[in-house]
């Protein structure tokens, strides 16, 4: 079945510092790919997607690109910030509409001053 | 954009008691509802599918008598925690599925005593 894999948490950093979450993923087809965001006591957010091969979902300087090669869909970001600090899932949809999402075990970003 | 409002964000209940957790879709229509727990710092663990006007697909080992759900209509979808016990303590987040997108609800932490 589908699956997503993170990388192993959690994940400290100075304000300003490069980010990379990694992310990779086994699926049929050609599904869709998701980073989602949680912020303490609260529900996800989307925070970028991308559809198919090579797209690249972007959003508040976050970035991911759809790599089918590698099977890949790591988050970036050049410079963090304190706010930033959350915990963060990737996650696929099969090829259907309102395909269920299947979600990596997410990992937590400290961000400090 | 597409809101969902979940309510209540945080209840205390007996252990014995049932508890009705509700979605409302406030500016659309969702034909698809999911329904996820998530444990202390672990990622989202899918209990159920609910499709409007039909019974509700379950995950393997969820037990469908005991996490009862209704999505009656396009704009609200339950679920209902019956005979709850303190292992049911969790947080529950319904997701709609809607065009390829999903929106997520605010969660609610139930606690049983």
């Known amino acids: 079945g589908d699956s997503v894999t993170q990388m192993e948490g959690p994940v400290t950093l100075s304000e300003e510092a490069f980010l990379t979450i990694n992310c990779t993923y086994t699926a049929t087809g050609y599904p869709s790919l998701f980073w989602y965001v949680q912020y303490p006591g609260e529900g996800l957010q989307l925070l970028l997607k991308a559809t198919k091969a090579d797209d690249k979902g972007s959003n508040k300087g976050f970035e991911a690109t759809y790599r089918k090669e590698t099977t890949s869909f790591h988050l970036e970001k050049g410079s963090v910030q304190v706010s930033d600090s959350a915990v963060y899932f990737c996650a696929l949809s099969g090829t259907g509409a309102n395909s269920k999402l299947t979600f990596g075990k997410g990992i937590t970003l400290s961000v400090r001053p | 954009g597409a809101v969902v409002s979940q309510h209540p964000s945080r209840v205390i209940c007996k252990s014995g008691t049932s508890v009705k957790i509700e979605c409302r879709s406030l500016?659309?229509?969702?034909?698809?509802m999911f329904w996820y727990r998530q444990f202390p710092k672990q990622s989202l663990m899918l209990m159920a599918t609910?499709?409007?006007?039909?019974?509700?697909?379950?995950e393997q080992g969820v037990e469908k008598d005991k996490f009862l759900i209704n999505h009656a209509s396009l704009t609200l979808s339950t679920l209902t925690v019956t005979s709850a016990h303190p292992e049911d303590s969790s947080f529950y987040i319904c997701s709609a599925g809607r065009n390829y997108g999903y929106t997520f609800g605010s969660g609610t932490r139930l606690t049983v005593v």
């Open positions: 609910s499709n409007e006007g039909s019974k509700a697909t379950y």
């Open positions: 500016d659309f229509q969702a034909t698809t």
